[in-house]
């Protein structure tokens, strides 16, 4: 008989208490800073084709369309691991298959410090995406032990600002090391920093008190939740249904961000590649600020006892929905200070909007399936990922101009974003979702 010990260091006392683990301590705090240094290697990761684009399009000899293929690839696999790590979690320590993803995304990344052709620029963005698929839900999963389920928007919200937080660093960073030297040396940087952070995640990750088998409840009702509930009738609530369709079309905007927004910069409006590289951290600090700040305010709607329905579902749904109105305003302006104002708004209530609506889905997962919930949505919202850079690539290199392609593009990307969030407005609601999963806590499941 094996012992989990992170599992068995998290169990209550007969004081009720988790040992000197105390829910939304600092401790939790700790935790959740760590989970959020690795989701800024995360997207640094991420953005690396980005910032480099121009330099290996020119070196590989790439058309836009070739460039979009790469840009993709990354998605390929994504959902894969997604729904693979949800599936490992109920197998596996979440703190010890966080620490397995993050030495993958290292090997994934060592080949390209050294000249390479197409086929293995994409092979390893397919390997990095495959690993990185179920970070989001892993982070989420492990975070969401530390904190009670009223509790949990802040701590989602934080953990949703280190994906801004990474470009706001990595951006400048790798636009100096490229410039510098070169894009593979951008690549062995990022190789080692992923090395580094997995041995120190393997000495200090835990699990905390509010974990699965102990949890219950939805965050911002009276409601007791079944342990475990059909799967099909968890993602057939309306409430699953609107974030899972906001979530997607939101990740479409995230996606052009992550893979496009340089090119965009300065293959469309014609700043130059530093310029560029400096300009794309501007919507990424933005959005980590505003996810901090409509964090608090979700929370403290929470507290004063504010529907989740509003404080999550509607407050999310509005903040995409504006960020898509925002889109369609800044996508046919030219280069300029309104055009940069309208694009980092955008981002920012955007990334505003996927901070606490990752919160709500905590609200109806039942608590022995939160992590292949979660891990489902990520591998769905990645499929935004997958269509959103070959659908631009492709419209860029089709119109007479990139300025008119990139326009094209974010028109389609905006109006997508709108109709996810009028679904959601009109789906979401989790008090009435849970009632509906706690009125199956007598049948079998599945």
């Known amino acids: 008989m094996t012992i989990d010990h992170d599992r068995a260091e998290a169990a209550p006392s007969k004081g009720g208490r988790a040992g000197a683990r105390v829910s939304g301590g600092r ?17 640094v990761d991420k953005i690396v084709t980005n910032i480099a684009g121009p330099d290996i399009i020119a070196d590989l000899g790439l058309t836009k369309s070739e460039f979009g293929v790469v840009q993709s690839s990354f998605f390929w696999l994504y959902a ?78 934080v953990l949703i600002a280190g994906t801004s937080i990474g470009p706001v660093i990595g951006a400048p960073t790798l636009t100096w090391i490229v410039t510098a030297y070169d894009w593979h040396t951008a690549f062995a940087v990022l190789a080692v920093v992923g090395f580094v952070v997995a041995v120190l995640w393997l000495l200090v990750g835990r699990e905390g008190p509010e974990s699965p088998v102990k949890a219950h409840g939805a965050a911002t009702t009276s409601i007791e939740l079944p342990e475990r509930a059909p799967l099909l009738k968890v993602f057939g609530t309306g409430t699953m249904i609107g974030l899972t369709t ?52 979700s929370a403290a709607l929470t507290r004063r006892g504010v529907s989740s329905r509003l404080a999550r579902g509607v407050l999310g749904a509005s903040l995409v929905l504006g960020s898509g109105l925002a889109m369609l305003a800044f996508a046919p302006l030219e280069a300029g200070a309104p055009h940069m104002a309208l694009l980092i ?29 979660l891990a489902i949505v990520s591998a769905v919202f990645s ?45 979401v609601n989790p008090e009435r979702d849970a009632r509906k999963l706690a009125a199956l806590r007598t049948e079998p499941t599945a």
């Open 80 to 157: 894969v691991g997604g729904i693979l790590g949800g599936w490992l979690m109920a197998r596996i320590r979440p703190t010890r298959l966080l620490f397995g993803v993050v030495v993958v995304w290292a090997f994934s990344l060592l080949p390209l410090a050294w000249p390479v052709g197409f086929a293995t620029l994409v092979g390893c963005r397919i390997l990095l995406g495959l690993a990185e698929g179920p970070t989001t839900a892993l982070t989420m999963h492990i975070a969401h032990t530390w904190f009670p389920p009223e509790k949990r928007a802040l701590p989602s919200s």
């Open 383 to 427: 499929l935004g990922g997958v269509i959103t850079p070959l659908v631009l690539g492709r419209v860029v290199d089709a119109a007479a101009t990139p300025a008119d392609g990139y326009t094209t593009s974010f028109v389609i990307v905006a109006v997508t974003m709108v109709i996810g969030a009028i679904v959601a407005l009109l789906t």
């Open 27 to 43: 401790q939790a705090w700790l935790i959740t800073g760590f989970l959020t240094l690795l989701l800024v290697i995360n997207y």
């Open 246 to 297: 906001l979530i997607l079309s939101a990740y479409a905007a995230v996606a052009v961000k992550v893979t496009w927004l340089k090119l965009y910069l300065q293959d469309g409006l014609g700043y130059t590649s530093q310029a560029a590289g400096n300009l794309v951290a501007l919507p990424y600090l933005g959005s980590a600020i505003a996810l901090v700040s409509v964090g608090f305010v």
């Open 345 to 373: 708004l955008s981002a920012c209530l955007n990334s505003a909007g996927l901070g606490i609506v990752f919160a709500a889905i905590s609200d109806v997962a039942p608590p022995g399936q939160r992590g292949i919930v």
